[in-house]
């Protein structure tokens, strides 16, 4: 009778956690399945933050890199154990591509610190990720608002980048405006196919907004 009570305390946890959509599991740095590239359209980020003091909103950015997320097949690690701390060094390294050092600072606690990596390796295999997807030449300076269809905007990443396929990125936006591309690699930085629960989130026609 004992045993059964405790495998029926068991089973319903464990269906609590189902139901909540929280994964039983312990996230160990270093143990994941494949990264995803998250690209930032950098005007649309500008919009939403609405601050005048945002490093990144100084400049007429276009893309830039929101972060390399550790993923699992389904779901993602976070704020794995680690004590390591970004040196300034590294920090002033991808502000190029991450342009904000507290952006630098939240993706490592947040993200890196699952990669199994140093911050220095962590944040020098977010510059190769971000060298191995070229920005198609239409994203790289846009002057004024320009509506695009979403399927558009994959075929011309893909028209840049031949190993892409539609199956390894998507879409994300804020209304019909585009706020990142995000790109599935494989752990050694190649397309592949994006998990289940990574989809698009844009409709069929999206606005970028214009660098100022």
Not at 1 to 25: D, F, H, P
Not at 89 to 107: D, K
Not at 169 to 193: I, N, S, W
Request: aromatic content about 10%; some cysteine; charged content about 20%.
């Amino acid at each position: 009778m004992i045993r059964y009570l405790t495998w029926c305390t068991a089973l319903t946890v464990l269906l609590m956690l189902a139901n909540s959509g929280v994964q039983a599991r312990d996230d160990v740095a270093g143990n994941f399945d494949y990264y995803l590239l998250s690209l930032s359209w950098s005007p649309q980020f500008c919009a939403e933050t609405r601050r005048d003091d945002e490093p990144q909103c100084q400049r007429a950015y276009a893309f830039v890199v929101h972060g390399l997320w550790p993923q699992y097949e389904r779901g993602f690690p976070s704020r794995c154990s680690n004590n390591q701390r970004v040196t300034e060094t590294t920090i002033n390294r991808v502000l190029p591509i991450m342009p904000s050092r507290g952006l630098v600072l939240h993706e490592w606690q947040a993200h890196g610190s699952c990669s199994g990596a140093s911050p220095e390796g962590y944040f020098s295999t977010v510059e190769q990720a971000y060298r191995h997807i070229e920005i198609p030449q239409p994203y790289r300076s846009v002057g004024d608002y320009r509506r695009i269809t979403a399927a558009q905007i994959k075929h011309d990443f893909i028209a840049a980048n031949p190993k892409l396929t539609t199956g390894d990125m998507v879409l994300q936006c804020r209304g019909p405006y585009l706020q990142e591309v995000r790109v599935c690699l494989d752990r050694k930085l190649e397309p592949r196919a994006c998990g289940a629960d990574v989809r698009d989130r844009c409709g069929g026609t999206v606005v970028l907004r214009p660098q100022r």
